[in-house]
């Protein structure tokens, strides 16, 4: 054998010394999958905070966001078991949580292991833990901290939409029921049938797609008075008497309206099979006059609206009742609701995610006021500034933070609106939302839109409202879970089954068949049997405010 030379010896012995200052190849990062049940667009390969999110995590993600039928794309991933780690399946969770899809978060969480997931979580585990104890979703919306307070300035949630346009042209009208929010919409197309551009108006429009048909359904349970009970109306003092009230005498009212519209070419036949991101470019182009639906749905139009400086063109919510006549009583309006924790809504982790407890410790991280402040206000220097201890942004930064091709590069929204976030105030009284701080809501508002309120004498867009209402006590009835009770469940799917089936048709029946059709349609949606469904929804109500109000 060759000997080594005792030059090629203090050369290896040189080596061995200097190997552990010479730092190892980095770890590759794991690439979590991420489902989302929504159609949006994949953030840049350069997005900030995804890259902020790497170098601390060692985690990349890899997105499907939805294309097509969110029921029917959950059905086939169920069938097929193709699961991403992280799954929001949107409204239709459950689904996702009957398949056994997502693991039991519980095992992983404590008060120990995460301080801040259990915090978070502690106050609603009674609402969040199904019978046997397991949590399968930490809700995405819905807790607040340091706070009660509703603290919204804006509208979010559902009323009936108008262009502020419209309110302006009829001298800025109160608008309180149902016959003067239509009127206001047939005199002003009939002024006004086309729009600025030369294209035609449209005076209301109604989104039927997938889940979505709550646009098509919901409206009578607000035009009674009453907040989101999601496919049931609860009367709080009748023993919390439930019904189904879509196929209620009352309701005919409001469908016999829509029909009205149709037959004056103020609904588009085309409404009843747009799709969303038809809706939405609807919206965006400025040409819809008016839809009932909920704000959060149609963000991405109103900032399409304001990036090309349509501010006449956005939307003013407005709380509309029935009248005494149509309801049967006098209707006060409470469409705000106390804080309402979003049940089943946000990312579970799937039975195939690899590393489960990495993603709950990442989960945990991300819960830490450090990340909240870039996941709600984003870096401080650059998207936001602090001046006397309050968080606050220029016009620019604003602009900045509602452009959606800015937060694809600038924020990790396509993640972090899934996950669980708070809400309320920061133990230093910043608001945690950038449009509840008072300073931001109020610098980011157009001086068409300060004009707009200040016609009103009001100063925020929420003024329009009554007060929220006290939660009750069972929360809000379309968070109840179903598909526990196979009959309720069956029950359910056939009820709004027949519900897209035959509304669009009483809508467009002849007027002299509407009640024929009307008639059918009840009878339709009585022999699912819609009963086995308000049951299960009566009885499930009634254990949740026994539960809720014990001592």
């Known amino acids: 054998m060759k000997k080594l030379s005792i030059r090629t010896l203090a050369l290896l012995l040189m080596l061995a010394l200097l190997l552990p200052l010479i730092p190892a190849a980095a770890e590759e990062a794991l690439t979590v999958t991420v489902f989302v049940g929504e159609p949006r667009d994949q953030p840049t390969s350069d997005n900030k905070v995804f890259k902020m999110i790497e170098e601390e995590f060692g985690l990349k993600f890899e997105f499907e966001f939805l294309a097509g039928d969110l029921q029917e794309t959950l059905g086939v991933k169920i069938a097929g078991e193709d699961y991403a780690d992280l799954m929001d399946g949107g409204n239709y969770a459950e689904k996702l949580i009957t398949a056994g899809a997502f693991i039991n978060l519980m095992d992983y969480i404590s008060e120990e292991k995460t301080p801040n997931i259990f915090k978070h979580i502690q106050p609603y585990l009674g609402r969040l833990l199904d019978d046997e104890g397991r949590l399968f979703?930490?809700?995405?919306?819905?807790?607040?901290?340091?706070?009660?307070?509703?603290?919204?300035?804006?509208?979010?949630?559902?009323?009936?939409?108008?262009?502020?346009?419209?309110?302006?042209?009829?001298?800025?009208?109160?608008?309180?029921?149902?016959?003067e929010y239509f009127d206001l919409i047939e005199r002003y197309v009939a002024a006004n049938p086309t729009n600025?551009?030369?294209?035609?108006?449209?005076?209301?429009?109604?989104?039927?797609?997938?889940?979505?048909?709550?646009?098509?359904?919901?409206?009578?349970?607000?035009?009674?008075?009453?907040?989101?009970?999601?496919?049931?109306?609860?009367?709080?003092?009748?023993?919390?008497r439930t019904e189904a009230y879509v196929i209620q005498p009352y309701a005919k009212h409001y469908y016999k309206k829509l029909n009205e519209m149709f037959h004056?070419?103020?609904?588009?036949?085309?409404?009843?099979?747009?799709?969303?991101?038809?809706?939405?470019?609807k919206l965006s182009?400025?040409?819809?006059?008016?839809?009932?639906?909920?704000a959060w749905d149609f963000n991405n139009a109103t900032d399409a609206l304001k990036a090309a400086e349509m501010f006449d063109s956005t939307y003013q919510g407005l709380p509309i009742v029935y009248s005494a006549e149509q309801a049967g009583?006098?209707?006060?309006?409470?469409?705000?609701?106390?804080?309402?924790?979003?049940?089943?809504?946000?990312?579970?982790?799937?039975?195939?995610?690899?590393?489960?407890?990495?993603l709950v410790q990442f989960i945990e991280?991300?819960?830490?006021?450090?990340?909240?402040?870039?996941?709600?206000?984003?870096?401080?220097?650059?998207?936001?500034?602090?001046?006397?201890?309050?968080?606050?942004?220029?016009?620019?930064?604003?602009?900045?933070?509602?452009?959606?091709?800015?937060?694809?590069?600038?924020?990790?929204?396509?993640?972090?609106?899934?996950m669980p976030k708070k809400q309320g105030e920061m133990d230093d009284g910043n608001k945690w939302d950038p449009l509840v701080q008072p300073e931001?809501?109020?610098?980011?508002?157009?001086?068409?839109?300060?004009?707009?309120?200040?016609?009103?004498?009001?100063?925020?867009?929420?003024?329009?409202?009554?007060?929220?209402?006290?939660?009750?006590?069972?929360?809000?009835?379309?968070?109840?879970?179903?598909?526990?009770?196979?009959?309720?469940n069956d029950a359910k799917l056939g009820f709004q089954d027949a519900q897209r089936k035959y509304l669009p048709q009483v809508i467009m029946a002849a007027p002299e068949e509407f009640d024929a059709k009307w008639d059918e349609f009840v009878?339709?949606?009585?022999?699912?049997?819609?009963?086995?469904?308000?049951?299960?929804?009566?009885?499930?109500i009634l254990e949740l405010v026994e539960k809720n109000t014990a001592k």
């Open 137 to 179: 979703v930490i809700p995405n919306y819905g807790r607040n901290y340091n706070t009660e307070e509703y603290g919204m300035n804006y509208v979010n949630g559902p009323a009936f939409f108008l262009q502020k346009k419209v309110l302006a042209w009829d001298n800025y009208p109160m608008i309180k029921t149902m016959d």
């Open 196 to 240: 600025d551009k030369g294209q035609a108006n449209e005076g209301f429009v109604i989104l039927c797609e997938d889940w979505r048909a709550f646009c098509l359904f919901n409206p009578v349970q607000h035009l009674m008075g009453r907040p989101n009970d999601g496919d049931v109306i609860v009367d709080i003092n009748d023993n919390y």
């Open 264 to 281: 004056k070419g103020l609904i588009s036949q085309d409404t009843f099979v747009m799709n969303y991101d038809q809706y939405l470019a």
């Open 285 to 294: 182009g400025g040409t819809v006059v008016g839809m009932f639906d909920q």
């Open 329 to 358: 009583k006098e209707v006060e309006e409470h469409y705000l609701n106390g804080n309402v924790i979003n049940v089943n809504r946000g990312f579970g982790i799937s039975v195939n995610a690899k590393e489960p407890e990495r």
């Open 365 to 418: 991280a991300m819960l830490s006021d450090e990340w909240q402040k870039i996941v709600w206000w984003g870096i401080e220097g650059e998207d936001y500034y602090v001046e006397n201890g309050r968080f606050l942004r220029t016009w620019d930064q604003i602009q900045n933070a509602t452009n959606m091709v800015w937060r694809n590069q600038n924020s990790a929204y396509t993640l972090t609106n899934s």
């Open 440 to 488: 931001v809501y109020f610098l980011q508002m157009n001086d068409y839109d300060k004009a707009f309120l200040e016609a009103y004498g009001m100063k925020r867009p929420l003024d329009f409202f009554n007060d929220p209402i006290p939660l009750a006590p069972y929360g809000e009835a379309w968070q109840i879970d179903v598909t526990v009770d196979q009959d309720a």
């Open 523 to 540: 009878a339709a949606v009585e022999a699912v049997p819609v009963s086995d469904f308000v049951d299960f929804m009566q009885e499930s």
